[in-house]
């Protein structure tokens, strides 16, 4: 039996997933996390051989559980599911040791499939996605200039910036100027904006 680890907020869809991926003959459910900051301790309470992963949970992303994951149980393959087919996120889940990555308006088939093939040491990605990946290429932002806008991004005063993230102001303002120009946009909002469209934040 292949054990598996399912880590969705939504109850429903998750109760879904768990009900169909159930139905396989070799696939058994052994754990269902609705947060990020869930994934780890019940994977090392369940050492499941996949953790199917959402990108956007409360409490951790996905993403950062797939590293997590990676370190602390490096024989679980990571396997990511989710609405947003986003090319940065495509990237950053390949970084985070992510084994697969799929969208989720495809059939259940078609998942039990990939779970088996990244089983077997595979790389199983939406091939659209992958496309999308390679044409709109890696983020250009910095972490730190990631961090700065994912905090501005809200309307956040320099001031409020600052202090959530122990910054000068002026070395805020450096930060958005810069990821402004990287992006190609006119204020911080339209940077932020783009840099989660491209799944960059």
Same mark, same amino acid.
């Given at each position: 039996?292949?054990?598996?680890?399912?880590?969705?907020?939504?109850?429903?869809?998750?109760?879904?997933?768990?009900?169909?991926?159930?139905?396989?003959?070799?696939?058994?459910?052994?754990?269902?996390?609705?947060?990020?900051?869930?994934? $780890?301790?019940?994977?090392?309470?369940?050492?499941? #051989?996949?953790?199917?992963? #959402?990108?956007?949970?409360?409490?951790?992303?996905?993403?950062?559980?797939?590293?997590?994951?990676?370190?602390?149980?490096?024989?679980?393959?990571?396997?990511?599911?989710?609405?947003?087919?986003?090319?940065?996120?495509?990237?950053?889940?390949?970084?985070?040791?992510?084994?697969?990555?799929?969208?989720?308006?495809?059939?259940?088939?078609?998942?039990?499939?990939?779970?088996?093939?990244?089983?077997?040491?595979?790389?199983?990605?939406?091939?659209?996605?992958?496309?999308?990946? $390679?044409?709109?290429?890696?983020?250009?932002?910095?972490?730190?200039?990631?961090?700065?806008?994912?905090?501005?991004? #809200?309307?956040?005063?320099? !001031?409020?910036?600052? !202090?959530?993230?122990?910054?000068?102001?002026?070395?805020?303002?450096?930060? $958005?100027?810069?990821?402004?120009?990287?992006?190609?946009?006119?204020?911080?909002?339209?940077?932020?904006?783009?840099?989660?469209?491209?799944?960059?934040?």
């Amino acid at each position: 039996m292949i054990r598996v680890l399912l880590a969705e907020d939504q109850g429903m869809m998750r109760g879904a997933l768990a009900l169909l991926l159930g139905l396989e003959e070799d696939i058994e459910i052994v754990a269902q996390v609705p947060t990020g900051d869930g994934v $780890l301790p019940a994977a090392l309470r369940e050492r499941p #051989d996949v953790a199917l992963l #959402d990108i956007e949970m409360p409490g951790k992303s996905g993403l950062d559980a797939a590293a997590e994951l990676r370190e602390h149980l490096p024989e679980c393959r990571v396997l990511f599911l989710t609405t947003f087919g986003r090319p940065g996120y495509l990237r950053r889940a390949m970084e985070a040791g992510a084994y697969g990555f799929l969208v989720k308006d495809g059939p259940v088939e078609e998942l039990a499939a990939a779970i088996r093939r990244v089983l077997g040491g595979e790389r199983v990605i939406d091939p659209a996605l992958a496309a999308a990946a $390679l044409s709109t290429g890696p983020s250009p932002l910095t972490d730190r200039e990631r961090d700065v806008l994912a905090a501005a991004g #809200d309307g956040s005063t320099i !001031a409020d910036v600052a !202090a959530r993230l122990h910054l000068s102001e002026s070395t805020v303002r450096n930060y $958005l100027s810069s990821a402004i120009g990287k992006t190609g946009t006119r204020n911080r909002i339209e940077a932020a904006r783009q840099a989660r469209h491209n799944g960059w934040l």
